[in-house]
Antibody, heavy 123, light 107 residues
Framework: EVQLVESGGGLVQPGGSLRLSCAVS????????MDWVRQAPGKGLEWVGR??????????EYAASVKGRFTISRDESKSSLYLQMNSLKTEDTAVYYC??????????????WGQGTLVTVSS | DIQLTQSPSFLSASVGDRVTITCRAS??????LAWYQQKPGKAPKLLIY???TLQSGVPSRFSGSGSGTEFTLTISSLQPEDFAAYYC?????????FGGGTKVEIK
């Protein structure tokens, strides 16, 4: 059974840092692209960033709103995905989801999602 | 960036109704489009990928169509468990983007 479990959310002051984790199981982690998506309270979904799979050298992509502040990484030995968030702003307040990608005909679709972890940036 | 415009943003319907949600892309995205369902307090769930392919386990009353810039999600006969928010997403180019969402509520 595929499972993704996020952790690490909490309350942080503006300008602070936080690292989110996503522990995965039930599939070969290194074979899959992985993404982070966030959802501000009462708002829609916003893609945060992606890490490609081992075959594509784990390269990354980011949304403009987080580029230079957030870093996605992964530890294959721990089957874990990470989101390091620095220089946090109040507008980063959201539930953060990790998602696994399903490759179909050149597209990568988010077929499994974690339950989400809430990050609140406030003084 | 590719903008996705969903309509309507809110929809009130009854059990058994046929419901159609539209997603328009600001430029052509071929068939690189997905539809997700999200219930309150829960993670999104993949319903449709590649514009028209039903994800495994998703009821056949859901269907997707379109290519290029115009796409639709149709629920042929709305069931009580279908009251939720629905989002389209383009996976053609970075940054990946979502539509603003459509909330389907009980009339």
């Amino acid at each position: 059974e595929v499972q993704l479990v996020e952790s690490g959310g909490g309350l942080v002051q503006p300008g602070g840092s936080l690292r989110l984790s996503c522990a995965v199981s039930g599939f070969t982690f290194s074979d899959h692209y992985m993404d982070w998506v966030r959802q501000a309270p009462g708002k829609g979904l916003e893609w945060v960033g992606r890490t490609r799979n081992k075959a594509n050298s784990y390269t990354t992509e980011y949304a403009a709103s987080v580029k230079g502040r957030f870093t996605i990484s992964r530890d294959e030995s721990k089957s874990s995905l990470y989101l390091q968030m620095n220089s946090l702003k109040t507008e980063d307040t959201a539930v953060y989801y990790c998602a696994r990608d399903l490759r179909i005909d050149g597209g990568y679709y988010f077929d499994y999602w974690g339950q989400g972890t809430l990050v609140t940036v406030s003084s | 960036d590719i903008q996705l415009t969903q309509s309507p943003s809110f929809l009130s319907a009854s059990v058994g109704d046929r419901v159609t949600i539209t997603c328009r892309a600001s430029q052509g995205i071929s068939s690189y489009l997905a539809w997700y369902q999200q219930k309150p307090g829960k993670a999104p769930k993949l319903l449709i990928y590649a514009a028209s392919t039903l994800q495994s386990g998703v009821p056949s009353r859901f269907s997707g169509s379109g290519s290029g810039t115009e796409f639709t999600l149709t629920i042929s006969s709305l069931q009580p468990e279908d009251f939720a928010a629905y989002y389209c997403q383009q996976l053609k180019s970075y940054p990946l983007t979502f539509g603003g969402g459509t909330k389907v509520e009980i009339k």
